[in-house]
Nanobody, 115 residues
Framework: QVQLVESGGGLVQPGGSLRLSCAAS????????MRWYRQAPGKQRELVAS???????NYADFVKGRFTVSRNNAQKMLYLQMNRLEPEDTGVYYC?????????WGRGTQVTVSS
């Protein structure tokens, strides 16, 4: 059984930083692509960043140069370092594991960027 648990969200001022973590359980973590999504109030969930098991990463244009995704396969952890945060980055951030035929979601962690 796969479980994903996000942590690290909170309230931060514009220009600040946060580091989100996602702890995963289940076998075969290292081979699956992991992703961060976010959902702002009243908006659809959108892809923020993804990283393959071999550490190849991709980012949405709106976070390029500000966010960095990383993973630790030995510890089954996924991270999202978020710098130069903007009010538009406010939302619930979810990690997701893509097992091709199945996807798994965490419950999310709230990020609020406000002065």
């Amino acid at each position: 059984q796969v479980q994903l648990v996000e942590s690290g969200g909170g309230l931060v001022q514009p220009g600040g930083s946060l580091r989100l973590s996602c702890a995963a359980s289940g076998i075969g973590y290292a081979i699956y692509e992991m992703r961060w999504y976010r959902q702002a109030p009243g908006k659809q969930r959108e892809l923020v960043a993804s990283i393959t098991g071999s550490d190849s990463s991709n980012y949405a244009d709106f976070v390029k140069g500000r966010f960095t995704v990383s993973r630790n396969n030995a510890q089954k952890m996924l991270y999202l370092q978020m710098n130069r945060l903007e009010p538009e980055d406010t939302g619930v951030y979810y990690c997701m594991q893509d097992r091709v035929r199945l996807v798994y979601w965490g419950r999310g962690t709230q990020v609020t960027v406000s002065s």
